[in-house]
């Protein structure tokens, strides 16, 4: 088919063009960090390919971006001599989004401009952002290996539709011209462009050039192209050379986001493996990290050359908001993700990232208290996952986990163990906690009575899983955890012998009473006991030791168990 047909965007396009246009105009320029990524991507994965069919090449392995303008037309135009799109593949990727989870994400949009403008932040903007400067956008393209015949000239007014037609396109690659609004012209000017370049995509690690501009003087004929941004991809630098900004925009790029990274962590490993890698801890959770087949894992390079996104492998998966990219010396060029499941390579790697992760994430959590809330309240749920799936760092694990407890009462989740810990009484070798559905149910629970009156603090789980978790984390810094719901509850040395003589005579004085609520209740209770560890209430709902806790017991019962 060459003739010009028009199709509709899909819903979520459509969607998320207008959430884009009408959100991000403070933001403007990033429309152009995003073309730029596109374009790197489209020549790692060009570079990749030729490494089995260098004929794809097609005599032509200098990889560049080009960027140009007329000021007199009003447009801008983004070239590169990457792996280009077939027809099917323009209406593919530019009139449908692939992403899962889309629809779920959309509909959480409340129509507030500034809520929703974090929101897409998460989504992460891509090509469409083209239409916050332009009205109209044209992309011509032809697929590597594909004869010039074959090229495909898409064009969208980033309404509800596009057009798209086969055109001939001799040159390999992606040509993108942006009809700028009319309130948009500045965009077409050298040195706002060259500045907007150097901010944003300095680490990018192929040439973007522009036209030299002549001022005065006569111009040649011939155009002469220069590069612009730095043009060594950034893990390849020594640390000391990088700025924070680099590290951060560089982060935006590999992880596809639009917010700044909380940390990150660079490192050169040289020995029997040799390997940089380069990972960072993202702002926030994206809309889909509970998504069984969301994106997660790192870009992998073999020797500077790109190999593949999402290697899964490298990380455990309650680390799996990690981002970031890891360019290996000893892998072959023609790895796959079979191959990447194991062997003593990528175990050792995994082992040494998960490491570095967890290093990163006690390094900020020391030196800044408030970001780690931050973090927390974004990703705590899935570090909660560690202790069951990563038994060997446990306890380094454990460290990173922060609970609400009855030293405050905020309810806030900011009690690390080390916290608690920290402020044992004297008598007291065990590490009490709570479990329950929310803080308001549990923080005035019978269960805290005996703890309030000795002034022992209890941490207060609230979370789903945590009863879960409860059952890997059995001890820290040689405290064992103790479930103050259950079983008899035994205060160790916490209890005088006074305190034993009184709760003996109590017992003694009430065998009758016992024995009557016993008979009353018969077998709906396995047993009736004096408890002494309540000071105000009459009664308490003991679990026995050994029986599930009452959040597992509801999320069995939910699954129909
Ligand atoms: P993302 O980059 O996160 O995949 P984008 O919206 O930026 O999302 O781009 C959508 C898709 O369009 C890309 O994944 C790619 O397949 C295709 N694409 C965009 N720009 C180019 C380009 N310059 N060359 C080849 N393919 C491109
Ligand atoms: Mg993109």
Do not use: C
Not at 220 to 235: H, K
Request: charged share 30%.
């Amino acid at each position: 088919q060459t003739q010009k047909e028009t199709l509709g965007f899909q819903t979520e396009v459509k969607q998320l063009l207008q959430l884009m246009i009408h959100s991000l105009y403070s933001n403007k320029e990033i429309f152009l960090r995003e073309l730029i990524s596109n374009a790197a991507d489209a020549s790692d994965k060009l570079r990749f390919e030729a490494l089995t069919q260098p004929a794809l090449l097609e005599n032509d392995g200098d990889l560049r971006i080009r960027v140009s303008f007329d000021a007199t037309a009003n447009t801008l135009t983004i070239d590169d001599n990457g792996i280009g799109m077939s027809r099917d593949e323009a209406i593919a990727h530019l009139g449908t989004i692939a992403k899962s989870g889309t629809g779920d994400f959309l509909r959480q949009l409340s129509g507030d401009q500034k809520k929703d403008s974090q929101l897409i932040g998460q989504f992460g903007v891509g090509f469409y952002s083209a239409f916050i400067v332009a009205d109209q956008v044209d992309v011509y393209s032809r697929r590597a290996g594909l004869p010039a015949s074959e090229g495909v000239h898409w064009s969208s007014r980033g309404e509800g539709e596009f057009d798209v037609e086969s055109i001939d396109k001799p040159e390999r690659g992606t040509r993108i011209v942006l009809h700028l609004k009319d309130d948009q012209r500045d965009f077409a000017d050298g040195w706002r462009l060259r500045g907007i370049i150097k901010k944003y995509s300095d680490h990018i690690g192929l040439p973007i050039q522009m036209a030299k501009e002549h001022h005065g003087e006569d111009a040649p004929a011939e155009v002469e192209w220069e590069t612009v941004n730095r043009a060594s991809a950034l893990w390849t630098r020594p640390r000391t050379e990088i700025t924070d900004a680099e590290y951060q925009e560089f982060y935006k790029h590999a992880a596809h986001d639009h917010q700044d990274p909380l940390a990150w962590s660079h490192n050169k490993v040289e020995g029997k493996l040799e390997y940089t890698s380069l990972l960072y801890v993202p702002g926030h959770a994206p809309f889909d990290l509970y998504h069984r087949d969301a994106p997660k894992g790192l870009k992998l390079y073999v020797q500077r050359v790109f190999v593949m996104d999402q290697a899964e492998q490298f990380l455990p998966l309650y680390l799996r908001f990690i981002k970031g990219v890891v360019d290996s010396n000893d892998l072959s060029l023609n790895v796959s993700r079979e191959i990447l499941q194991s062997g003593p390579v990528i175990d050792s790697m995994k082992s040494a990232l998960t490491k570095r992760s967890l290093d990163m994430l006690e390094k900020l959590a020391k030196d800044k208290p408030e970001v780690y809330a931050g973090f927390w309240k974004q990703f705590g749920q899935v570090l909660k996952e560690g202790p069951a799936e990563d038994y060997g760092n446990r306890e380094k694990i454990a460290g990173l986990l922060r609970f609400a407890s009855t030293h405050d009462d905020s309810g806030e989740p900011s009690v690390s163990l080390a916290d608690y810990v920290g402020r044992m009484i004297e008598g007291q070798d065990k590490i009490y906690f709570l479990t329950g559905d929310s803080y308001t149910q549990v923080k005035d629970s019978p269960h805290l009575e005996v703890f309030r009156k000795k002034g022992v603090e209890v941490l207060l789980l609230t979370d789903r899983i945590d009863e879960w978790l409860m059952g890997y984390l059995t001890e820290f810094d040689g405290k064992s955890f103790v479930d103050v719901a259950r079983g008899d509850l035994d205060l160790g040395a916490l209890e005088t012998a006074e305190d034993k003589q009184a709760q003996e005579a109590v017992a003694k004085d009430k065998q009758a009473l016992v024995d009557r609520i016993k008979a009353a209740l018969g077998d709906d209770v396995a047993d009736v006991r004096v408890s002494h560890r309540l000071t105000d209430s009459p009664a308490i709902l003991a679990i026995g030791e050994q029986d599930l806790g009452l959040q597992m017991r509801q999320i069995l019962e939910a699954s129909g168990q």
